[in-house]
């Protein structure tokens, strides 16, 4: 059975920093890239930040340049999203997704959307307090 589980969300104040995680299961892990999404209530998805499992490489959403880091531990299959400097209009649930790499794959297309994502986790609220 596919699963991914996001875990780490929670209430934090602006300025602060959370870690999100994204366990995998199911599929072969070094195969996909996985991707960070977020939705806030009344908003569109959007893309937050993406990595390839096969060859590392990154990608983020020009809102969280600077500000977020992604990282793969292929040996745990689990994907981490370290979010510092976060803002109220970080706050939304943030899902893991991914996407199975072909050879055009590149970060900032999936990053807009332009992928279909294969699998989906549940979700995580992440809420920033002013």
């Known amino acids: 059975e596919v699963q991914l589980v996001e875990s780490g969300g929670g209430l934090v104040q602006a300025g602060g920093s959370l870690t999100l995680s994204c366990a995998a299961s199911?599929?072969?892990?070094?195969?996909?890239?996985i991707g960070w999404f977020r939705q806030a209530p009344g908003k569109e998805r959007e893309g937050v930040s993406c990595i390839s499992s096969s060859d590392g490489r990154t990608g983020f959403a020009d809102s969280v340049k600077g500000r977020f880091t992604i990282s793969s531990d292929n040996a745990k299959n689990t994907v981490y999203l370290q979010m510092n400097s976060l803002k109220p209009e970080d706050t939304a649930v943030y899902y893991c997704?991914?996407?199975?790499?072909?050879?055009?794959?590149?970060?900032?297309?999936?990053?807009?959307?332009?992928?279909?994502?294969?699998?989906w986790g549940k979700g995580t609220l992440v809420t920033v307090s002013s």
């Open positions: 199911g599929f072969t892990f070094d195969d996909y890239a």
């Open positions: 997704a991914a996407a199975l790499i072909i050879p055009e794959w590149s970060p900032e297309a999936t990053i807009m959307g332009y992928y279909g994502m294969e699998y």
